[in-house]
Structure formats: structure tokens, C-alpha cells
């Protein structure tokens, strides 16, 4: 890791606990704006040209202080797209996968909620997104790929799309 100093001249940070102190404060910085993962933190301060050794220090350090909690990153992160954008878990996955996360705390994270939770939030995306429910094949169909790429299972789609007609019947 490089030392900024006042002249601007750029040098080597060679004791230890300085280069520590620099990295924890760097991930810090990054924490500051939003919860981010272990990955996320990891690549930022490897972008910063931060030795990987100290790298691991502040990843440690920081998940014993609690900043740095990957199951609860997914758990939150998960909820909030549901609720906030009408996530689907097919698309929540895709994204946790992106972020970095193990396929075991995405599928903790997604299990939050059974079938019959997930059929009725894609209900509420078609309440929130149409009027009326279709009465022809395309407007079906152009509801069905309102959900797929919210990220609902197809089948799950279909579901509510007809549970969505019923309704309004």
C-alpha cells in the first residue's frame, strides 16, 4: 500500500501496524456509504494496491467487529429487493452470485420466504404495474415477462398472472 503524504511524493509504508491502520481506514471509508460484502471490500482495497496479507487483517478485523457480516448482507439485501423492487429470487440469486456471495448464505437469504409468499408478491407487481388484468394472449404475455424478469420462476409466473385475472374478475 502507498503512503499519500503532505509532498505528494508516494512511498512505501513499511511498518506493519501503519500499513494496517491505512488499509482499516481505507475500508472504512468504503463501509461508509453502504453495507458491502467481504468480496466487495476485498476488491476495493486490492484496487487500492493494498498487499493481500494486510488485506486479510482487515477483512478479519472487520468482520469481528461486526462491519462485515455476509449472511446478513444477503438476508438484508434480499428483503429489500423484494420489498423496495418486486424481486423475484431468480434475480436476487443472480445478483448475490455477482456481489460475491456462497451459494449456501444466498440460499438462507432466499428461503425467507415459501411459494405462497413469493405467488403473492408477484400478485402485488402486477397490481402495481397494471390497471387492469390483460383480456388478450399478448397483454398475458407481456404480464408473464413483467415477472420473468423480475426475476420469477415461470411457473410462478403463470400462477400469478391467472391468480391476477381471477381478482379482477
Avoid at 38 to 63: C, F, G, Y
Wanted: proline share 3%.
Amino acid at each position: 500500500m502507498w503512503d499519500d503524504g503532505t509532498t505528494g511524493a508516494q512511498e512505501r509504508v513499511v511498518d506493519p501496524q501503519l500499513r494496517l491502520q491505512q488499509a482499516l481506514d481505507l475500508a472504512y471509508r468504503y463501509l461508509a456509504r453502504r453495507d458491502r460484502t467481504v468480496s466487495e471490500v476485498r476488491t476495493q482495497l486490492e484496487h487500492k494496491r493494498v498487499e493481500p496479507s494486510t488485506i486479510d487483517d482487515v477483512v478479519a478485523e472487520l468482520t469481528e467487529l461486526g462491519y462485515l457480516d455476509d449472511a446478513r448482507y444477503a438476508q438484508r439485501y434480499a428483503e429489500d429487493r423484494r420489498t423496495l423492487d418486486g424481486w423475484g429470487p431468480d434475480r436476487i440469486e443472480r445478483k448475490l452470485v455477482a456481489l460475491g456471495l456462497s451459494r449456501e448464505l444466498i440460499a438462507q437469504a432466499l428461503s425467507a420466504r415459501d411459494a405462497a409468499d413469493e405467488l403473492d408478491a408477484a400478485v402485488a407487481v402486477l397490481q402495481r404495474r397494471f390497471r387492469e388484468p390483460a383480456d388478450d394472449p399478448k397483454g398475458r404475455e407481456r404480464a408473464l415477462g413483467v415477472l420473468v424478469r423480475k426475476g420469477y420462476d415461470l411457473e410462478l409466473a403463470y400462477d400469478a398472472v391467472r391468480r391476477f385475472e381471477r381478482a379482477r374478475a
